[in-house]
């Protein structure tokens, strides 16, 4: 792995996210729609589905706003969905991915850009950024919550499958291939671990430093990629400021 370390965002972001959880649940709405549209409603029997339903469950989504998404797949509704990655960089040169879900691919493209552009970004055509990111299983353990030692968590993790660990004072890491990632999560629960975070998600295989005169507009980017409605998830190469 590169040592990029995502919990460190992550926990910078929580108050951040609190703040926007209505449109959040929105998202989530629409994602659990589409995989329930596609592979089914009962998520023991739809990988996908059970997934984001996990994804739900960890940012506090209520068990009414998830049975509704997929009540309305189970009813038949005729909306629609297109999956589109958008590729480009931010300012200071850093690799971006952009994951969306719309009913409206122009109206997405154009915001997207306009993220982009009015900000020091620019976009990149399909697969000019991609390459550099891994779809990788990520699994984070609150060390104050789990009371095994490093030893033990790597034994563990390695006898499920799962590629690496990373450790700090606060939580483990843990990184699987895309096709591990079920197995090596649901095997942690059934050891009795306590997770704080497990996805799928993008993972640089490099990183990029942000520039200090740029690092407050390419915030400003991301945050307006990360407002926008149509957007699920946004991916970046920039280093952690501990990592600069």
Request: proline share 2%; hydrophobic share 35%.
């Amino acid at each position: 792995m590169s040592g990029h370390s995502k919990w460190h965002n992550i926990q910078g972001r929580k108050s951040a996210q609190d703040a926007k959880r209505g449109k959040i649940f929105q998202k989530l709405s629409r994602e659990l729609f589409m995989a329930a549209k596609a592979g089914g409603s009962d998520p023991n029997d739809n990988a996908a589905l059970r997934l984001i339903v996990d994804k739900a469950r960890a940012a506090n989504m209520p068990k009414d706003n998830i049975k509704r998404a997929l009540d309305k797949a189970d009813g038949g509704s005729e909306d629609h969905y297109d999956e589109v990655t958008y590729e480009g960089y931010a300012p200071g040169g850093v690799a971006v991915l952009v994951e969306a879900l719309t009913d409206n691919k122009n109206r997405t493209a154009s915001a997207v850009r306009v993220a982009f552009t009015r900000n020091g970004g620019s976009m990149g055509s399909t697969g000019s950024v991609s390459y550099m990111f891994d779809r990788k299983g990520y699994i984070v353990l609150d060390r104050t919550k789990n009371s095994q030692d490093e030893d033990t968590v790597l034994m563990d993790i390695m006898d499920l499958g799962a590629d690496d660990l990373q450790t700090s004072d606060d939580a483990f890491e843990i990184y699987t291939e895309a096709k591990e990632f079920a197995a090596v999560r649901d095997g942690l629960i059934e050891k009795g671990y306590d997770l704080a975070d497990a996805e799928l998600t993008m993972i640089p295989q490099n990183t990029t430093p942000v520039p200090e005169e740029k690092k407050e507009q390419f915030q400003h980017m991301i945050d307006q990629l990360e407002d926008d409605d149509d957007v699920s998830e946004v991916y970046t190469a920039a280093a952690d400021e501990d990592d600069e």
